[in-house]
């Protein structure tokens, strides 16, 4: 049976969280019921349910920023529905969307996905890896809250170009969410809790030692597995990631469909969100 024949185009509402949350721990990622409950809220979450079994099977998010920008993400699909065009289907779908509010779509790609979304018209920019680690400080303390927003919110939207405060104010209100903030207010770096492991970032500076000053003060505070994604720019902040016990897990590029200002990483950049949020 063809894929039209057994499969139907949903949107995901609120009550189908669970069910994206199913696809991507089974494809063995870190996001959280709490990230599904955000993309359904603030974006929108295209999906395929088998019409016998109601299963979903395959998703893709587009997640729109104030400023133009947009996020394309969560492109899962299940094994068994694989290489037949499904991602890609939705991902388009995720394109008319932000196109339809005139965000430029952005998203952050694997090698092996990267020659699909070439085909889709994205191009390539500044590159970074996921790094992993084993912390054993410890146990975290509560979370810092909302008193900080207005900063990180403001120095977030000058290293990514869009406004992410929504995003931002999510991240915070979670429980468990930890913030580190430099004093004078030039600086910033956010830990919060994923499914396999703390997702650090995202993490802005004015330079590359201040920026490692902040990281260093962050991971003392945590324990267990954690991931950050760091763009490969940033040279001396890898190896001392490396030097600490960190191994490289993957890399990403970033791309986009057509031109937006992602050729570089921002100076202030050093740690990015996640590749789900950018």
């Known amino acids: 049976m063809a894929p039209s024949e057994a499969l139907t185009l949903v949107v995901l509402g609120p009550a189908d969280a669970p069910d994206g949350l199913a696809l991507s721990e089974a494809a063995g990622w870190n996001q959280t019921a709490e990230d599904w409950r955000l993309f359904v809220r603030q974006g929108r979450v295209f999906g395929l349910r088998e019409n016998e079994a109601n299963r979903l099977v395959a998703t893709a998010a587009a997640l729109p920023y104030a400023g133009g920008l947009g996020w394309i993400s969560m492109v899962l ?45 994205f191009e390539a920019g500044f590159a970074l890896a996921r790094w992993e680690g084993v912390l054993a400080a410890a146990p975290p303390a509560p979370g810092t809250g909302l008193a900080d927003a207005i900063t990180i ?19 915070l209100r979670r429980p468990g969410t930890r913030a580190w903030v430099e004093p004078d207010g030039h600086g910033f770096v956010l830990a919060r809790q994923g499914l396999r492991a703390t997702q650090l970032g995202p993490l802005v500076a004015p330079d590359e030692a201040s920026a490692l000053s902040l990281l260093r003060r962050a991971l003392a505070d945590l324990r267990g597995p954690a991931f950050l994604d760091v763009p490969e720019r940033w040279t001396a902040l890898t190896a001392w990631l490396q030097h600490n016990g960190f191994v490289r897990q ?9 031109a937006a200002p992602i050729a570089a ?11 789900e949020f950018g």
């Open 77 to 121: 699909v299940a094994p068994e529905w694989r290489h037949q065009g499904l991602a890609t289907q939705l991902v388009q779908h995720g394109i008319a969307h932000l196109r339809a509010l005139d965000a430029t779509p952005v998203l952050d790609a694997t090698p092996a996905g990267q020659p699909a979304y070439a085909r889709l018209g």
């Open 153 to 171: 919110a403001r120095l977030d939207a000058l290293a990514n170009g869009c406004d992410r405060g929504a995003l931002l104010i999510d991240f």
């Open 250 to 258: 993957r890399g990403f590029a970033r791309m986009a469909l057509g």
């Open 265 to 275: 990483v921002h100076p202030r950049l050093f740690v990015v969100a996640g590749p």
